[in-house]
């Protein structure tokens, strides 16, 4: 029930296009999900993140959709451009709860913006 | 934003010898610190939670004797990896997250390479 699965384990794009990424969870008492980018050899840094009430957020080329019903979330990267390219981690945590906003981490995608 | 240090970020060392990695949050208190560890091109994986003056709660499977923690400051936490094997070599990163300045999110720091011959 701890689980975030992730999909696409990876994705091409080119220059311009839209990348997208979605993530399914199982525990409803998660409140709090973020999206992580990393490079290599590098820790996350996060990108933006949102709570179930809303079902959108956007900041610049970088928007999550999310559905509590279906219980899924996705990042949507419009424009993608080669320096977007990266490993992308959505994550969810009951941050209000006793775990102390413990995140559990997707399984991560990798994606490659071609020129 | 935030700002997370980690030191060093790489570290080789002899096995059987003992690691300390030191994380520390630049701007802000942190009350809570975590500790992960990534293998390559995996996702991370979470080893202890640690908060302010309290001993560390660790995961399911992580050796407390072995992976020790410490955080003795809000601004300070330690990881001590005692006796090092090689299967210990990784990439360990830590993250904090402290009330009210960063609300809910936890920001990284730039990760430690431990290599064990």
């Known amino acids: 029930q701890q689980q975030v699965k992730q999909s696409p384990q990876s994705l091409i794009v080119q220059k311009g296009g839209i990348s997208i990424i979605n993530c399914a969870y199982e525990?409803?008492?998660?409140?709090?999900f973020p999206w992580y980018q990393q490079f290599p050899g590098k820790g996350p840094a996060l990108l933006i993140a949102?709570?179930?009430?809303?079902s959108e957020k956007k900041e610049g080329r970088f928007t999550i959709s999310f559905n509590k019903s279906a219980k899924q979330f996705s990042l949507h990267i419009m424009d993608s451009q080669p320096g977007d390219s990266a490993t992308y981690f959505c994550?969810?945590?009951?941050?209000?709860?006793?775990?102390?906003?413990?995140?559990?981490f997707g399984q991560g995608t990798i994606l490659t913006v071609h020129p | 934003g935030a700002v997370v240090s980690q030191h060093p970020s790489r570290v080789i060392c002899k096995s059987g010898t003992s690691v300390k990695i030191e994380c520390r949050s630049l701007?802000?208190?942190?009350?809570?610190m975590f500790w992960y560890r990534q293998f390559p091109k995996q996702s991370l994986m979470l080893m202890a939670t640690?908060?302010?003056?309290?001993?560390?709660?660790?995961e399911q499977g992580v050796e407390k004797d072995k992976f020790l923690i410490n955080h003795a400051s809000l601004t300070l936490s330690t990881l001590t990896v005692t006796s090092a094997h090689p299967e210990d070599s990784s990439f360990y990163i830590c993250s904090a997250r402290g009330r009210p300045v960063t609300k809910d999110t936890q920001y990284f720091g730039p990760g430690t390479r431990l290599t064990v011959l």
């Open positions: 949102i709570r179930p009430d809303v």
């Open positions: 525990n409803t008492a998660f409140d709090y």
């Open positions: 994550a969810a945590s009951d941050a209000g709860g006793t775990s102390y906003g413990k995140l559990t």
């Open positions: 701007d802000f208190q942190a009350t809570t």
């Open positions: 640690s908060n302010e003056g309290s001993k560390a709660t660790y």
